[in-house]
C-alpha cells in the first residue's frame, strides 16, 4: 500500500517512484518490526507483573518498557547498527 501511494504521487510529477516506494515501504516494515519487539517487551512485563500488583502500575511499566526498547532500537537502526554493508 505505501509502495503504491509513493508511485502515484511520483507519477503526478512524471516519474517512476519504483525505488522510493519501496525504500518506504522498507522503512515502514523495519519500523514495525521494531515496534513488534518493544510489544513482546510489553507482554513479558505485564505476564511477570500483573499477579498480585497494581495494575495500573504494570501498565505504565509496560508501556514505558515498550517505549524505551523500540525507541533504544530504532536509533541503533537509525545509526546503522544492524546494517552489515559501508556507513
Avoid: Q
Avoid at 38 to 46: D, K
Amino acid at each position: 500500500m505505501i509502495e503504491d501511494h509513493e508511485k502515484k504521487r511520483k507519477a503526478e510529477y512524471g516519474l517512476d517512484g519504483t525505488v522510493r516506494g519501496r525504500l518506504a515501504a522498507s522503512i515502514d516494515a523495519a519500523g514495525a518490526s521494531l515496534g513488534c519487539i518493544g510489544l513482546m517487551a510489553f507482554a513479558i512485563v505485564l505476564w511477570r507483573g500483573l499477579p498480585g500488583r497494581n495494575a495500573y502500575w504494570v501498565i505504565s511499566i509496560a508501556s514505558c518498557a515498550w517505549m524505551l526498547l523500540s525507541g533504544a532500537l530504532w536509533a541503533l537502526r537509525r545509526k546503522r547498527l544492524f546494517h552489515h554493508g559501508p556507513r
